[in-house]
C-alpha cells in the first residue's frame, strides 16, 4: 500500500531518535542508509553505563547479557566485543544478618532461620512459583512459523491478569518482605507489576546453566555504546531534544533542540526509541488508541551506586555474583568483579560492586541527595561486610529517572501491536517496553524489528518512486 508522492527529497533515510540499546540496534542495521541519530545526552548506551577503573569497571546500569542467538549477542559479536560467563551464585540473600547461598534455590527454605510457618509459607510460594516458571518457560519457546514480535507478545500475556502480589497470596512479614525485595528488580511493587512480571524475574535467575541472561559484557556494559560512537562517527548528533515529530509533504519532519540552537531534519523514515511517554509527546498525529497505550506505559525509577574497592585480601562475597537484601535500604547487591575471579593466578587487589533499590523505596531515596544516597547505602553495606570498612575507594549514585518499564496487571498493548503491523507508516516505534519488563534483549530486538520495517517501507518507496521516474 503506497500513499506518498512527493517532489522533494528528504535529507535523510532515516532518523533514529534514541542511543539506547534500541536505537543503537536500529542504527546499525540500517548502517548503510543515509541515518542520522539524535541522543539527548552525550553518550550512546542508554541504561547500559559503565566506567573503566583499571582491571575492573564501575557499573551503574544494566548488566545482564543474552548469550548465542540474541539480538544484543550479534551486534556485540559484529563490533568485536566479548561476554564472559558468571560463575558466581545469583539467588543469595542477606536474612537475619547473615549471607546465605546455596548451590540451588530449592534448598532455601531449609537454609534460613525460620519459623515453621515462615518455613512452610516459604516452600509453599516456592513451589508455586516453580511451577509458574516452569509455565514461562514453555511459552517462551520459539514456536516454528511464530515471529518473535508474536512469541514476545504471548510471553507478556502470561499470567497478566492478577498482580504479582496477588499471585503469591498472604504471607508471613519476613516472606513477603523477601519476596518483594526480590520482586523490586522490576522497580515496581509486587502489587504494581502483573504475575507473569514476577514469574520472568524469577525464571531468568532460576534457569541454572540455561540462563539466558547469566553473562556479562567484558570491560563493562557502556563499552557498546563507547564502541558505538566510534562506529557511527559523525552521523550521531549529541545533546539533541527532539520537541516534534511529524509527518506531511512525502516526509517525516523532526524539530529538535541542541545548546538552545532550534534545528529541523527531515527524512522518509523515523524510528522512535525513546521512552514511551516521550515517544507520546513528541510524535504528532497519533491515532488516540496508540497515544493512551503509550501513556499508559509504566516507569519504575531507580537510584544505584557503582562501588570501586581496594582490598587486598579475599572477601565474603567473591564467589557471589548476587544477593537479595530485604533488610537493607537498597534491595540489591551485586559484585560486577565476580566473573573476573575465574581461580588462575592469585586474586587481584580490588574489586567493583552495586547496589540499587527499586519500587516505593526508591521513590523515596530519590527524594535524597547523592551524598546521602551514599551515606545509607555504604551504612547498609558496612552491616552486611564489616570487611569493606577503610577499603571503599570510589563510589558513583546514578538516577534512573525513567528507570525499567513493566507491565501492570490487565495492561492492553494491541494498539501498538497492531500498528506495527501495518506497511503504510514511516514513524516507527521500538523499545523495551514492548515485553512485559525491559531488558536489553527486548530493547535490541524490538530496534531491529523496527529497523526492518523502516527497510522495506524505503524500497517500496523507491520503487513506486521508481515506476513515477
Known amino acids: 500500500m503506497m500513499d506518498r ?16 540499546p534500541s536505537g543503537i540496534s536500529a542504527s546499525w542495521e540500517l548502517r548503510e542508509r543515509k541515518l542520522l541519530v539524535l541522543e539527548k545526552t552525550h553518550r550512546m548506551g542508554g541504561r547500559l553505563y ?32 566479548d561476554i564472559i560467563p558468571i560463575p558466581g551464585n545469583k539467588f543469595a540473600i542477606h536474612w537475619g544478618g ?47 512459523g511464530v515471529s518473535n514480535e ?50 520472568s524475574l524469577f525464571g531468568a535467575v532460576w534457569a541454572g546453566k540455561s540462563d539466558s541472561m547469566a553473562l556479562n559484557l567484558n570491560g563493562g556494559s557502556g563499552r557498546l555504546g563507547e564502541v558505538m560512537m566510534e562506529m557511527l562517527g559523525d552521523r550521531v548528533q549529541y545533546h539533541a531534544t527532539v520537541t516534534s515529530v511529524e509527518k506531511g509533504d512525502g516526509m517525516v519532519t523532526v524539530r529538535y533542540e541542541v545548546d538552545g540552537v532550534k534545528c529541523t531534519a527531515t527524512a522518509s523514515q523515523v524510528i522512535v526509541a525513546v521512552p514511551a511517554p516521550q515517544a ?13 497505550t503509550l501513556n ?27 544477593i537479595t537484601t530485604p533488610d537493607a535500604s537498597f534491595d540489591m547487591f551485586f559484585n560486577h568483579a565476580n566473573p573476573l575471579r575465574t581461580g588462575k593466578g592469585p586474586r587481584k587487589p580490588g574489586g567493583s560492586l552495586m547496589v540499587y533499590s527499586g519500587g516505593a523505596p526508591a521513590r523515596e531515596m530519590l527524594k535524597l541527595t547523592d551524598e546521602q544516597i551514599r551515606d545509607a547505602y555504604l551504612t547498609d553495606l558496612y552491616k552486611m561486610f564489616p570487611q569493606l570498612k577503610g577499603h571503599v575507594k570510589e563510589t558513583i549514585v546514578q538516577r534512573w529517572v525513567p528507570g525499567n518499564t513493566y507491565r501492570p496487571p490487565n495492561f492492553d498493548f494491541d494498539p501498538m501491536l497492531k500498528y506495527c503491523e501495518r506497511d503504510d507508516v514511516d514513524i516507527h516505534f521500538a523499545g523495551d517496553y514492548f515485553a512485559e519488563i ?32
Open 296 to 322: 499508559n506505559v509504566q516507569y519504575g525509577p531507580f537510584p544505584t551506586m557503582g562501588i570501586i574497592t581496594d582490598e587486598t585480601e579475599p572477601m565474603p562475597y567473591d564467589d557471589i555474583y548476587a
Open 50 to 81: 559503565s566506567m573503566t577503573r583499571g582491571d575492573y569497571w564501575l557499573n551503574l546500569g544494566g548488566h545482564l547479557f543474552p548469550g548465542v542467538g540474541s539480538h544484543m549477542r550479534n551486534i556485540l559479536h559484529s563490533i568485536g566485543l
Open 280 to 292: 507520546a509527546a513528541i510524535v504528532r498525529d497519533l491515532p488516540e488508541a496508540l497515544l493512551k
Open 5 to 20: 508522492v512527493t517532489t522533494s527529497k528528504p535529507e535523510y533515510d532515516v532518523i533514529v531518535i534514541g542511543g539506547g
Open 438 to 469: 525491559g531488558n536489553m534483549e527486548i530493547a535490541t530486538g524490538t530496534g531491529h524489528e523496527a529497523a526492518k520495517r523502516a527497510r522495506a517501507r524505503l524500497k517500496a518507496i523507491e520503487r513506486e518512486e521508481a515506476k513515477t521516474r
Open 150 to 199: 508474536k512469541r514476545r507478545d504471548r510471553v507478556a500475556r502470561y499470567m497478566s491478569n492478577i498482580s504479582f502480589g496477588e499471585f503469591l497470596g498472604r504471607t508471613p512479614k519476613r516472606v513477603y518482605d523477601l519476596f518483594q525485595s526480590a520482586s523490586r528488580r522490576a522497580a515496581a511493587e509486587m502489587e504494581e507489576q502483573h504475575a507473569g512480571v514476577g514469574v
Open 98 to 144: 547473615k549471607v546465605y547461598a546455596p548451590k540451588v534455590v530449592s534448598a532455601l527454605p531449609f537454609t534460613l532461620p525460620m519459623s515453621l510457618r515462615e518455613r512452610i509459607s516459604m516452600a509453599k510460594i516456592g513451589l508455586r512459583t516453580m511451577k509458574a516458571v516452569k509455565g514461562w518457560q514453555e511459552v517462551m519457546k520459539p514456536v516454528y
